[in-house]
Structures are given as C-alpha cells and as structure tokens.
C-alpha cells in the first residue's frame, strides 16, 4: 500500500531562502576583479616594460662658410 500525495508533501523540508547568497558573491567576485585589475593597471603605468622611447631635442643650423668669391653680373641695357 503507499503513502497518499499529502503525507509526501509533509515530510518535505522546508525550502532554504538562499536569495540574497548568490547576489553577494558576485557582488564580491566583481569587486575582486576589479581591484585586480586596477592593481595590474597601475604596476603597468607606473614601471612599463620596454617600449619606444621618444627624445625631444632641438637641432641648431650649422654656419655657412663664407664664400669664395663674388661675383657680379652686369645685363647691357
């Protein structure tokens, strides 16, 4: 003989409200990431590995040296 559907339904335990556990963990997974990555940013700016490194400098004319001869051209007319 078996047990009628009401007896299972009472020996059921009560269901656990867990809502608030799953929201808060990736709550703080999101944080966590996020200081790490704020943590990598930082150490790659403030020590960055190799590169190009780009020098500014202002290059000065060299003087001309003076000339040989003159020369002068007269045009008839």
Known sequence: ?????VARR???PPRR???WVRPLLWLAAIVVVFGVG???GE???D????GTQT????LKPLPLPPARETVTVTRPG
């Not at 020590?47 to 190799?50: A, H, I, K, Q, V």
């Open 1 to 5: 003989m078996s047990t009628p559907p």
């Open 38 to 40: 704020l943590a990598l």
């Open 10 to 12: 009472e020996r059921r």
């Open 47 to 50: 020590n960055p590995s190799g």
């Open 17 to 19: 409200r867990r809502g």
């Open 55 to 58: 020098v500014v400098r202002t």
């Open 43 to 45: 150490a790659l700016h």
